[in-house]
């Protein structure tokens, strides 16, 4: 978690924060919801969209308090944001020793020069307005700190902009700024850069003597290539270049050795520079969207790597060298060509928030994928998987499984080893049978079944439960066991598409059921009425 009192979330597949401005009395994730587990059978295919792809959009969040009484006229900070302001108000400036000034969120279309007065500004938020130019006063706030000019429609900037020397942060994201002022350069003093979503087509060499930048988030441009004179910037800890049109990294990249954070999502890269392996500092890097055929072995000396995203690629192995990434806790595999993964793989044994390797051509899994013991979230959907091998009774700490849409013709018994699980999807394979064991999973909340081909339940398909949800739509069952009648926190049954002629009077025992689903199954009317008699406050589907 970071403090921050103002913060822009750039959805790029993976959300990542794109302005921060450091304050008290807030905190917020550094990863929006849309990257949390989500408890229903949608959300994984929510995360091979992971999430939005792609959408230029970034949503302004947070706060700065407000002052209690505007009638001071020593307040040293004044917030007037969201408040359909069309003009600055002359309040503001009547304020002795304002240091802080937010208008985000309003109608402004131009600030009045007598802006330039507020000379002991420190903070000037104006964000989310209708700004399509600045007055060359601005340039006498020679006190700001922050600036914060995002979601406007600038096109371009005064010359005074300049004159802003104690600028440490600057906000311009979200306009129509198609080049950077050289005087941008002036400004020595940045630590941070946010220019995303502008129409930049290149970034000028004076950028490298912003030495003290450390973040510089330029994605959703129009940039191909980077000036030599980056590699002068060695303090970043923070690149965004995503969105762009790169179709090569440049391998000077290598010289930004402090680099923690770099996004290089929806651009044209067909291969990285060997020179990536020198980045030893990333926690995360973003390659989603690309047109990544093969991984450098280098990529194995990223250690301290936490977050890989490598979704939408047209990856068809990973190296060995893979296995190096011991410290992985999410990996993001989606929507490639892989038909087999190397047995290194289970060498990341600290996977333990995600690994989506959904939309692939996976047939199996190296009995080496039994490493991954501290996984919690595992989507393998939309494979082409025959069978699991019994090491996956290792994951005894796995809450999510989700194997949709592969080729499964039975279920190892060690599944029954996996008791945290809460969710299991195994819908369109082949079942035939559920092996026994499957009534340890007492945890399990939902759990999915259908088009597959499974002629009976066991019994101990009355262990569980705790379920809420159990779909067996479009199997080929004849009856159900008795011992369904043990669900009792069962709100949903989907029992469509099979051949049942009748339920066993223990249903009755459901009494939280609200929608059974029976559709498609040879019922008679009297066997209809006689459940209805059972369920009497169910909704009931024939």
Not at 299 to 311: A, F, Q, S, Y
Not at 420 to 449: D, H, M, Q, V
């Amino acid at each position: 978690m970071c403090s921050l009192k103002h913060a822009k979330v750039n959805i790029l597949g993976c959300c990542r924060i794109t302005k921060a401005f450091p304050a008290k009395g807030n905190l917020l994730s550094q990863f929006c919801p849309a990257h949390l587990p989500l408890s229903t059978q949608t959300h994984s295919k929510m995360h091979q969209t992971f999430l939005l792809p792609f959408s230029l959009l970034l949503a302004a969040v947070l706060w700065l308090p407000a002052v209690t009484n505007a009638q001071k006229t020593d307040t040293p900070a004044i917030d007037f944001s969201s408040k359909g302001l069309t003009t600055v108000p002359n309040s503001v400036f009547r304020r002795k020793g304002l240091l802080s000034l937010r208008l985000s969120d309003n109608q402004l279309s131009a600030l009045p020069p007598r802006i330039g007065k507020l000379t002991n500004l420190t903070r000037l938020y104006l964000d989310q307005n209708r700004l399509a130019a600045l007055p060359p006063e601005i340039g006498a706030l020679t006190n700001l700190a922050e600036l914060d000019l995002s979601e406007n429609r600038l096109t371009a900037l005064p010359p005074e902009i300049g004159k802003l020397i104690n600028l440490t942060h600057l906000g311009l994201s979200l306009n129509s700024l198609s080049d950077f002022p050289p005087e941008v350069s002036k400004l020595t003093n940045l630590t941070e850069l946010y220019w995303a979503g502008n129409l930049l087509q290149d970034i000028p060499s004076d950028i490298g003597m912003l030495r003290n930048l450390t973040k510089l988030y330029v994605g959703f441009n129009m940039l191909s290539d980077l000036p030599p004179s980056i590699r002068l910037l060695t303090n970043l800890t923070e690149l965004d270049l995503a969105a762009n049109q790169f179709t090569v990294l440049p391998p000077m990249i290598a010289r930004l050795t402090k680099l923690t954070v770099l996004i290089l999502g929806a651009n044209k890269l067909t291969s990285l520079p060997s020179e990536i392996g020198e980045l030893i500092n990333l926690t995360e890097l973003d390659l989603f969207e690309n047109q990544l055929t093969t991984l450098p072995t280098e990529i194995g000396k990223l250690t301290n790597l936490t977050r890989l995203v490598l979704e939408g690629n047209q990856l068809t192995t990973l190296p060995p060298e893979i296995g190096g990434l011991s410290n992985l806790t999410w990996l993001n595999l989606i929507q490639n060509k892989l038909t087999a993964l190397p047995p290194e793989i289970g060498n990341l044994v600290n996977l333990t928030d995600w690994l989506n390797l959904s939309e692939n051509r996976l047939t199996t899994l190296p009995p080496e994928v039994g490493g991954w013991t501290k996984l919690g979230m595992l989507i393998l959907d939309n494979n082409q998987l025959s069978a699991l091998p019994p090491e996956i009774g290792r994951w005894t700490n796995l809450r999510e499984l989700n194997l949709w849409n592969n080729q499964l013709n039975a279920l190892p018994p060690e599944i029954g080893n996996l008791t945290n699980l809460k969710w299991l999807y195994l819908t369109k394979n082949r079942l035939t049978a559920l092996p026994s064991e499957i009534g340890n999973l007492a945890k399990l909340l939902s759990f999915s079944l259908g088009n597959n081909q499974l002629a009976s339940l066991p019994a101990e398909i009355g262990n569980l439960t705790s379920l809420t949800s159990l779909g067996l739509g479009n199997n080929q069952l004849t009856a159900i066991p008795p011992e369904i009648g043990n669900l009792s926190n069962l709100v949903e049954l989907v029992l469509s598409g099979n051949q049942l002629t009748g339920l066993p009077p223990e249903i009755r025992r459901l009494t939280n059921l609200k929608k059974l689903n029976l559709t498609q199954n040879p019922i008679s009317e009297t066997e209809r009425e006689a459940i209805k008699r059972l369920l009497p406050t169910c909704e009931i589907t024939f």
